[in-house]
């Protein structure tokens, strides 16, 4: 099956993932500092529910349309937020910078994550804490939407695996209830993750 094209789905006027955070986030940042890398942010309604938090928010996705979307979202919501049109194959943030990292439903082939995962630990600051949620391998069998390649998708086996150098705080596969924009409706099988960098 072929992937998506970003900034074509992201034309559309709806918001494809909806405006409301997701909820695994929202559940969670309070235990993010500022500043906040989010990786594949999309259009933004992630980094808006973080920004209206207090948090400073560094939002980097490959979709220019998408980071369009998201700052035209922020500044209807009063905040704002610094934006990076980046491929993350090639994306290499800086050591001991950030107080979050947030990765929601971005997912990634494992070259790719091979390379930026031990990079998104690095550019926490001890202490920080990265958050990620994503579709998990056994989402293959459902249709509630996620990648169809299995390499695209987590266990709870590869993110002990690749992110080394976090204490967990949580590691669970579960099933639940997603209902975040039409493209994420429906039972889903997800990969969730909190992970402490050590002080
Ligand atoms: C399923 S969407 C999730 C968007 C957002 N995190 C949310 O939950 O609303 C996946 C996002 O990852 C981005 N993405 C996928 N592969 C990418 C890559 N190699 N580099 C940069 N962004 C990428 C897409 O542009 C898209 O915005």
Redesign the pocket.
Known sequence: MSR?D?NAR?SESEF??GTEP?SFLAENANLLTTPVL??????G??AVFMATQGLKVHA????SV?LGKAERLAASHGVTFSTEV????D?EPQPTTYGGVVS?????PSV?RGKLYPLLVQTLKPGGILILESYSEDQLNRSTG?PRELDRLLTCDKIESELVGLETVLLQEIDREVV??K??TGMASVIQFIGRKPV
């Open positions: 998506p970003w992201f494809a993932y997701n989010s990786i594949g942010e999309g259009e309604r992630n980097v996705d490959g979709s998408g980046a491929d993350l194959k994306f929601i439903y971005a997912h990634l790719v996620g975040e924009g493209f994420h």
